[in-house]
């Protein structure tokens, strides 16, 4: 399929195109009142319900005009805390006496760069001792690989009972059960 025909244009396509949330004319126009005439009805929870009548949300008297006074006394009024530093914690230059003799530790301890005529190193390793690494590496390799039927086997049996609890979930839930198509246009 070309790259023109991925895409589904909206203009062509008018059922898709089509508003499926639509209220009814003035709806919202009309709602307000709708609620107060339910509230006030004797038949209706609204009306029985003591806690719906009360305003549960109350601001203290003055609150507004007393907030601009308070928050200068709290942050205005304040005089500024000066800590100098010979009184800090000492537990803060622990931390940095720590930190540069980590770095430290590191720089000192770390392997040494190759010589620059870049030998490798592995001319001073015996030809025997470099054969029966590779033959462990092997033997390493074929007892990973001789358990991967195995692995097989059991990854088969996980999607067949996934498989089978989805399809026991979607014989009970009905409204799970969706049919999917696709518009090639």
């Not at 009814?24 to 609204?46: C, V």
């Not at 601009?68 to 942050?75: A, H, L, P």
Request: glycine residues 2%; negative net charge; charged residues 30%.
């Amino acid at each position: 399929m070309n790259k023109k025909g991925r895409h589904i244009k909206l203009e062509d396509q008018p059922e898709l195109a089509k508003n499926i949330f639509e209220v009814p004319e003035g709806y919202f126009d009309r709602l307000n009142k709708d609620i107060l005439e339910a509230a006030e009805r004797e038949d209706s929870t609204l009306y029985k319900n003591e806690k719906l009548k009360t305003l549960p949300f109350e601001v203290p008297q003055n609150y507004f005009e007393e907030l601009t006074e308070e928050i200068m006394v709290k942050t205005v009024g304040r005089e500024r805390k000066v800590v100098p530093l010979y009184k800090q914690s000492p537990m803060r230059w622990l931390a940095v006496a720590a930190s540069l003799v980590l770095i430290a530790s590191f720089y000192f301890l770390s392997p040494k760069a190759l010589p620059e005529n870049n030998e490798s190193g592995l001319e001073l390793v015996s030809d025997d001792t470099i054969i029966d690494y590779l033959n462990a590496q092997q033997a390493f390799q074929n007892d990973i690989f001789s358990d991967v039927d195995s692995f097989d086997l059991i990854l088969d049996e996980i999607i067949a009972e996934e498989l089978n609890s989805f399809a026991d979930l979607l014989t009970t839930n009905a409204e799970l059960d969706y049919h999917f198509e696709y518009f090639d246009y």
